[in-house]
């Protein structure tokens, strides 16, 4: 699941939450802005699931898992982090003011081809 990671719910929701502003056509900063909302729906989505697997782990469970290096850190708190681990950072994410590279970051963001 993609929480915090570079294509994760998190970065969806900035990314789309921060492009709006400079989108200069009314409609599409409004879709923009509906977008990033339903992104942030995902993200709660991701985290219930991640804390109703996790919650009641035994030990031995954490660590036959390799959970147990996240464990470590966070318990059974839902922290942003890439599937790799690595910690959230807004550097994966682009809000270029350009409506055509915004736009094609979007698309690329989320998988979709032109």
């Known amino acids: 699941m993609q929480y915090?990671?570079?294509d994760?719910?998190?970065?969806a929701s900035l990314r789309y939450l921060s492009q709006r502003f400079s989108m200069p056509y009314p409609e599409l900063k409004g879709l923009l802005t509906d977008i990033?909302?339903?992104e942030l729906g995902h993200l709660e989505m991701v985290g219930t699931i991640m804390f109703q697997l996790t919650r009641n782990l035994?030990?031995?469970e954490i660590k036959k898992s390799g959970f147990d290096t996240y464990?470590?850190?966070h318990t059974t708190g839902v922290y942003p982090t890439a599937a790799s681990g690595?910690?959230?950072t807004a550097a994966s994410l682009q809000s270029k003011g350009d409506l055509i590279?915004?736009?094609t970051e979007d698309m690329a963001?989320?998988?979709a081809t032109l």
């Open 4 to 6: 915090g990671g570079p």
């Open 8 to 11: 994760g719910e998190l970065g």
């Open 36 to 38: 990033g909302t339903e």
């Open 58 to 60: 035994s030990y031995d």
């Open 71 to 73: 464990f470590v850190d």
């Open 86 to 88: 690595f910690p959230f």
């Open 101 to 103: 590279a915004d736009l």
């Open 109 to 111: 963001a989320d998988g």
